[in-house]
């Protein structure tokens, strides 16, 4: 199947500071990738979706300034937590969709985002 | 409105079959899929269907669909401890629109 990436796996930052995680699709071009946050035991909320030359749509609720995308390529996108908090931290996936028949998403393996 | 509905909680003997059930309410829904998620980690995509198909099977695993229902199954023959994760039900809606996701079924599987 097709290979999504996350860069870094797992991140612990001060509180104020931002952090960029880089979602990439290695085996295949993705026009459209999505980015979702995890809490604890709960299910997938979409944050945003990512689409390449041009802005992210992001969902209710989600600020678009604090959570900055770039989708600067057909391989990689980018999310950028500005001045983290505590309440910032969560387990941030990415997914890249698949333009074949399936209309499939693949996710990379998560990362783990601890603000202090 | 999209939604995707799921049991939360499911509990198996090792070497038993797991059934796992999923409603959805969209019926211009085309894939529909299960990921799989182990502690820690991102979705495995374990297996997709058609949404003009009646079933799909892949070695241990049977995807069961009755669109009339709009109810999605996934079974998994001779349980393994291995399997246990959590399990997310998908569809996908025309249009260039992001899966939307049931809130998963975690499976337990008892040696």
């Known amino acids: 199947g097709a290979v ?9 930052c001060k509180s104020g500071t931002s952090v960029k995680i880089e979602c990439r699709s ?5 026009t459209t990738m999505f980015w979702y946050r ?8 979409l944050m945003a979706t990512s689409n390449e ?16 995308i770039n989708h600067a390529s057909l391989t990689l996108s980018t999310l950028t937590v500005t001045s983290a908090h505590p309440e910032d931290s969560s387990f941030y996936i990415c997914s890249a969709r698949w333009q074949g028949s399936s209309d499939t998403q693949y996710f990379g393996p998560g990362t783990r985002l601890t603000v202090l | 409105g999209e939604d995707v509905e799921q049991s939360l909680f499911l509990s198996v003997r090792e070497g038993d079959s797991s059934v796992i059930n999923c409603t959805y309410t969209d019926s211009s829904s085309t894939y529909l899929y299960w990921y799989k998620q182990e502690p820690g980690a991102g979705l495995q995509l ?15 695993l049977t995807v069961l669909l009755n669109k009339k229902d709009k109810h999605l199954s996934l079974r998994i023959a001779d349980t393994q401890t291995g399997d246990s994760a959590i399990y997310f039900c998908a569809e996908s809606i025309v249009g260039n629109t992001p899966l939307v996701f049931g809130k998963g079924t975690r499976l337990s599987v008892i040696a």
């Open chain 1, 4 to 12: 999504v990436s996350q860069h870094p796996s797992r991140v612990i």
């Open chain 1, 38 to 45: 995890q809490f604890p035991k709960q299910s997938l909320m």
């Open chain 2, 46 to 60: 374990l297996t997709y269907i058609f949404s003009n198909m009646d079933m799909k099977q892949d070695q241990r």
């Open chain 1, 53 to 68: 030359g041009s802005k992210a749509t992001y969902e209710q609720g989600v600020e678009k300034d604090k959570f900055l």
């Open chain 1, 26 to 30: 290695l085996d295949f071009q993705a």
